[in-house]
C-alpha cells in the first residue's frame, strides 16, 4: 500500500505564504513526477506546479513566480511554496505522484493525497 500524506494549508490574508508538505510512505521502489493540483468550488482540477525526479519544474500560468515547488526524492517528499497569494487561489490543494510500487515493477501508479484546504482572505 502507498499514502500521500500531506500537511499545511489553512487561512491566510492576501500577500501571505503558506507552505504546503506531502510525504509518500508505504511500499514504494520508485517515484516519478511529482506534483500539486488543486480544486476550487464547482471548477474541475487544474494542475498548479510538477517536478520531475532530476527536478525539471512546470507551473500553471497563474501561479509562475508566486509558487516553488521542490522535492526531496530520498524523503520522498514534496513541497509546494505559495507566496503573494490571491484569493483566487482558495482550493483544496491535492498532492500527485506517479509511483512505481515493490510489487509490480512494470506499471507507474498514479496516486493521490487527501487534499488540504487553501482559504485566502481579501
Known amino acids: 500500500q502507498v499514502q500521500l500524506v500531506e500537511s499545511g494549508g489553512g487561512l491566510v490574508q492576501a500577500g501571505g505564504s503558506l507552505r504546503l508538505s506531502c510525504a509518500a510512505s508505504?511500499?514504494?521502489?520508485?517515484?516519478?513526477?511529482m506534483g500539486w493540483y488543486r480544486q476550487a468550488p464547482g471548477n474541475q482540477r487544474e494542475l498548479v506546479a510538477t517536478?520531475?525526479?532530476?527536478?525539471?519544474?512546470k507551473y500553471a500560468d497563474s501561479v509562475k513566480g508566486r509558487f516553488a515547488i521542490s522535492r526531496d526524492n530520498a524523503k520522498n517528499t514534496v513541497v509546494l511554496q505559495l507566496n503573494s497569494l490571491k484569493p483566487e487561489d482558495t482550493a483544496v490543494y491535492y498532492c500527485?505522484?506517479?509511483?512505481?510500487?515493490?510489487?509490480?515493477?512494470?506499471?507507474?501508479?498514479?496516486?493521490w493525497g487527501q487534499g488540504t484546504q487553501v482559504t485566502v482572505s481579501s
Open positions: 500527485n505522484a506517479e509511483i512505481i510500487i515493490i510489487s509490480d515493477y512494470g506499471t507507474v501508479y498514479n496516486y
Open positions: 508505504g511500499s514504494i521502489f520508485s517515484i516519478n513526477d
Open positions: 517536478i520531475t525526479t532530476r527536478g525539471s519544474r
